[in-house]
């Protein structure tokens, strides 16, 4: 096989750098400029909690209408590594699923049924995930109504794994289960929860990333990967630890940008304000790469 060596592979988040936190939706311009990054030679791999069905919907369906250049592969991780598939303009391959990965059905049942029975006016449950377990705010519920609601739900869904007899953490919080053992994660964003297993994160989707692309044979020079929140800069902290060269983007940074081994990023970098964050951020960052290219 003959090994291709891009000069820059993108590894990106989606909610916040290229879906909007507050529409859900990818602006044609992101869609745009991510195909002529394609057309380009550069990989481009989503790294995302979201589930299959929304990236087909949100990327897939609008990079494949846009017209994918022929030839071409696009690989999703999604469910923060218990999922993945790739498409090209002939559409969609396989999604793969790791089943040791997903949280128990009776679980998510017993979640279905709280959010229905107490939480339902502010958030829905997700029925398009194959591992993880989660809960969204509804589009038209005003952000702190909904935060406010999400403490209540996350203390809620604690008390369930207790009853199920799942260790579990979330932020500082750990409650071991009667083997002694944690093995699940209550992760809270500004829009979500998500209830997963301890292995999975954004480092896995890069692990995956990197495989993914060496089976076709690309070996990037170097990595940018993109995310809006700190657990995001797992992505990169892998990379760089496997000897990878990657910068790392921060389109939200109002939480404080960590010190790092490698270079971060943001918006006034660019000599843009603090008030361009997320995707349009991200769609900042997607242009300055392709303005990179032309010279």
């Not at 709280?114 to 339902?120: K, N």
């Not at 993880?132 to 739900?153: I, T």
């Not at 953490?169 to 083997?179: K, N």
């Not at 500004?190 to 997963?196: C, L, M, V």
Request: include cysteine.
């Amino acid at each position: 096989m003959t090994l291709l060596h891009p000069p820059l592979a993108l590894l990106l988040d989606v909610d916040g750098p290229l879906a909007s936190p507050v529409t859900r939706r990818v602006s044609p311009g992101i869609i745009t400029s991510l195909i002529e990054l394609v057309r380009q030679g550069i990989p481009v791999v989503f790294n995302t909690g979201r589930s299959d069905d929304f990236i087909a919907e949100q990327l897939m369906t609008p990079m494949l209408a846009a017209g994918l250049p022929q030839g071409s592969t696009v690989h999703a991780i999604c469910e923060k590594g218990a999922v993945w598939f790739s498409f090209t303009p002939d559409g969609p391959g396989p999604i793969h699923v790791d089943k040791a990965l997903a949280m128990p059905k009776a679980y998510g049942d017993d979640i279905r049924n709280l959010v229905t029975r107490s939480y339902a006016d502010f958030m829905f449950f997700d029925e398009t995930k194959r591992a993880m377990v989660s809960v969204e705010q509804h589009v038209e519920v005003e952000s702190g109504a909904y935060l406010a609601q999400q403490a209540k739900f996350d203390a809620d869904a604690l008390a369930l794994l207790a009853k199920h007899d799942l260790g579990a953490t979330r932020l500082e919080h750990r409650a071991p289960g009667s083997a002694g053992s944690i093995d699940y994660r209550v992760d809270p964003s500004i829009i979500s929860t998500d209830i997963e297993s301890v292995r999975l994160g954004k480092d896995l989707g890069a692990s995956r990333a990197v495989e993914l692309l060496a089976a076709q044979g690309i070996v990037p020079q170097a990595w940018r990967t993109v995310g809006d929140s700190r657990t995001d800069y797992a992505m990169a902290d892998w990379l760089h630890h496997q000897d990878h060269v990657v910068k790392h983007v921060d389109v939200r940074p109002a939480e404080g940008v960590p010190s790092k081994p490698y270079p971060v990023k943001t918006a006034a970098d660019l000599q843009l304000g603090d008030d361009v964050v997320n995707d349009f951020a991200g769609a900042a960052f997607l242009q300055f790469w392709l303005d990179g290219l032309a010279r």
